[in-house]
């Protein structure tokens, strides 16, 4: 699912039960999280503004 130009969210399986991860770069960032094997990840992408 989008979510804007810059965000989307993706729901699956995962093959653990409990997980979290959030991480970033100068691009991206990714949030994950895991409840009963259903996966939950929100992907943001960082515009680039030229001056």
Do not use: N, Y
């Amino acid at each position: 699912m989008q979510l804007g130009k810059a965000t989307s969210v993706s729901v699956g399986l995962s093959r653990s039960p409990l997980g979290f991860f959030s991480g970033s770069t100068r691009r991206m960032s990714m949030f994950s999280l895991t409840l009963l094997f259903i996966e939950l990840r929100i992907l943001r992408r960082a515009t680039a503004h030229f001056i």
